[in-house]
């Protein structure tokens, strides 16, 4: 059995005055510095989010949680005004990005949790909501460390595996998610490459991905989005598995930009096609993917790349940050409950209903 030390991207920490503040690790900075960042405001908390400083379905979700109490603490309510202030709170961190919806199911339990509660003093209501974004963070972990139980026996001997973008433990509380699969194929000694796609406009391949297989030991090594064709032709690789940021009820997956031609890719060459995610990241309120917003960003992350200029200055950009795999593309929907396989409406409700 192999292990690493556990990376943990996002804490709450007791001893910052007066009663504690949201740590990250500022994920824009990868991989060549490693720097925390503390969240003391509403608004720090907000900017992270959408500025990608913690980024990740799951992630996004903790870090909200958290956000919730420091939104809390910088407003100062009363014993009477705590549970208004909470809805003001979840209601602008829901402001912040638009398409994993662990964002909305975090800030959901908060709010419902808060509800709860009852009529009780503010000082009261903060221990046990603080305790509640624990909580919510320790299930995370949980449910990661389950979805790589589930999922590790889709990683060969010596076989090859594609990700793209970042479904690891930065993306989560910890372990992550299509990564957890790796990392728990890993710890079994098992041997096999990864191709982690570099992942434009942002990158979150090169500067995350690898750096977090690199970190654990893992065979990785970095392509470029347009070369999956040829590692799949070439037989370099023998199975693909991603992470998702909104899984609609019929199992049609968003995940980031790219992913769907990638399942296009494992598709045309008979390559199984895995999604990672926790039961956090399932909209069964959605019927399928054509209902998942998808968020636009800015013009200048496709026009420029580390800093630099790669374009001219006004040329028109369509930059959309993720993309909807259909459910007849993937092979099986990996959750800590178990695999969903094939990938139907009906499937999904009997592994989620669980
Ligand atoms: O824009 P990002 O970096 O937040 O996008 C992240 C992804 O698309 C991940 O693959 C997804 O959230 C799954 S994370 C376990």
């Known amino acids: 059995m192999k292990s690493h030390e556990t990376l943990r991207p996002i804490w709450w920490n007791d001893s910052v005055a007066p009663a504690g503040a949201l740590e990250l690790i500022d994920q824009t900075r990868l991989p060549t510095e490693t720097v925390n960042i503390t969240c003391r405001t509403l ?15 799951p992630a996004i979700g903790v870090a909200a949680a958290y956000g919730v109490i420091v939104g809390l603490d910088e407003a100062k309510p009363g014993d009477a005004t705590w549970p208004a202030a909470l809805g003001e709170v979840c209601d602008h961190l829901a402001t912040s990005r638009p398409t994993a919806v662990n964002l909305f199911w975090a800030l959901g339990r908060m709010r419902d949790y808060g509800k709860s509660l009852g009529a009780i003093s503010w000082s009261s209501a903060r221990v046990a909501l603080l305790k509640e974004a624990h909580t919510i963070r320790d299930e995370d972990a949980a449910m990661c460390r389950a979805i790589g ?13 594609l990700t793209h973008c970042n479904a690891g433990a930065l993306a989560t509380s910890e372990y992550g998610t299509a990564l957890a699969v790796m990392y728990a194929a890993h710890e079994q000694g098992r041997k096999f490459r990864v191709f982690a796609d570099e992942t434009r406009p942002l990158l979150q391949g090169s500067r995350l991905t690898v750096w977090e297989l690199q970190r654990a030991g893992i065979d990785a090594t970095l392509i470029c989005d347009n070369m999956a064709a040829v590692v799949m032709r070439d037989k370099k690789v023998n199975v693909v598995i991603t992470g998702a940021d909104r899984i609609a009820a019929n199992g049609d997956a968003a995940n980031k930009i790219g992913t769907y ?15 990672a995610a926790p039961s956090s990241t399932f909209d069964l309120s959605i019927p399928d993917g054509s209902h998942i917003p998808i968020e636009e960003r800015q013009a200048d ?24 795999t259909p459910a007849r593309l993937i092979t099986g929907i990996i959750t800590e409950r178990g695999m969903i396989t094939p990938v139907t409406a009906e499937n999904v409700r009997k592994v989620l209903g669980k």
């Open 43 to 57: 608004d720090s908390v907000w900017q992270a989010i959408k500025q990608l400083q913690v980024r990740g379905a």
């Open 149 to 161: 139980k589930h999922g590790q026996q889709v990683i060969a001997e010596n076989s090859g595996v």
């Open 261 to 275: 031609g990638v399942a296009v890719l494992a598709n045309a060459h008979g390559l199984k096609f895995y999604v």
């Open 301 to 324: 992350e496709v026009r420029s790349l580390g800093g630099r200029q790669t374009a001219p200055a006004d040329i028109p950009v369509f930059n959309p940050a993720f993309d909807v």
